[in-house]
């Protein structure tokens, strides 16, 4: 081989090997140069890693009831524990503190990377914002609820599967958080699983204050931790496509049904949301929200 010809073979060897090395570090740089998915991206590894150190078994979308059996599937968490200073009962419970939103806070270092940056902050009524017991923090995203107590290995696709998403609306909750979708476990001493028998059905709320303009990106983390941004509300006031929108609807700026599909024992989940799809054409269905318990940011707490 001529010396020019190895030269130009050394030199683009060279090349490739530095643009395979700087690759991975300019994606890194990015993700830490926006700051809303740096912090995305930091809570997903937090759940993934309390999944690794929990036999991959993922966390509780809900917090216990407390004194009873069953789970406050209908009522936000608050976030960090015990923040309120008004109710000592509800201060002491240690069920909050169990929910996926405060039991991964020992992966991560501040509570500054729950919060979705430059976005409105919305507060609960009537709460002790001004004496708090300590500092509550600011929650922009919402988990896959129906990963509840699911394992990291039954996820058929975790590319696709969403674990993380703006669940909200493009609004942080001040000192509360919820996952959304969520499983509707409303019987006591059953099992609350997706799939169980009796099955609990897969409920989405929407929040009446968050509403979700037209093509409005919203940036998701699937369960390996994969980016991505999706604009919903993008289909002209039609039906939306169900591979790229949770909601089927939107109306007067807010979502008003969603896509879902039958799961295990015919019971119905949020097709989106469902961590045995492998989300090709399986039946879909338009769900109206009209039906299900009150949606509002402003849930009445227990």
């Given amino acids: 081989m001529p010396k020019s010809v190895r030269e130009v073979v050394c030199i683009t060897a060279i090349a490739l090997t530095a643009f395979a090395l700087v690759t991975p570090m300019l994606a890194n740089a990015s993700n830490h140069a926006d700051p809303l998915r740096s912090n995305l991206m930091t809570l997903g590894r937090a759940i993934v890693q309390y999944a690794h150190d929990s036999n991959e078994t993922l966390p509780f979308a809900s917090a216990p009831r407390i004194g009873v059996d069953g789970w406050r ?29 405060n039991v991964t806070r020992s992966y991560y270092v501040s509570d500054a990377v729950l919060e979705a940056p430059g976005r409105p902050a919305v507060p609960e009524r009537n709460n002790d ?64 699983r997706y799939g169980s028998e009796p099955g609990s059905n897969g ?39 169900p591979h790229l929108d949770p909601w089927t609807k939107y109306s007067l700026g807010g979502p008003s049904a969603y896509w879902t599909s039958d799961g295990p024992g015919n019971a119905k989940y949020p097709r989106f949301f469902k961590p045995d799809s492998d989300f090709s054409a399986d039946q879909i269905q338009s769900f109206s929200i009209s039906n299900l318990p009150s949606s509002s940011l402003k849930l009445t707490l227990p």
């Fill in 73 to 101: 599937w209908n009522m936000k968490v608050r976030v960090p524990e015990g923040w309120e200073n008004s109710d000592a009962s509800v201060r002491n419970s240690p069920t909050d503190a169990l929910a996926w939103i």
């Fill in 129 to 192: 914002y001004f004496n708090p017991h300590r500092q509550w923090a600011r929650v922009g995203y919402a988990y896959n609820g129906l990963l509840h107590t699911y394992t990291l290995s039954e996820v058929v696709e975790p590319r696709k599967l969403p674990l993380l998403w703006p669940g909200y609306g493009l609004v942080n909750l001040e000192g509360f958080a919820m996952a959304n979708p969520v499983l509707s476990c409303m019987l006591p001493f059953t099992p609350c």
């Fill in 203 to 241: 409920v989405m709320f929407s929040f009446s204050e968050a509403k979700v303009p037209e093509a409005s990106p919203f940036e998701f983390l699937s369960t390996d931790l994969t980016l991505y941004t999706l604009l919903l509300n993008n289909a002209k006031g039609e039906n939306t496509d």
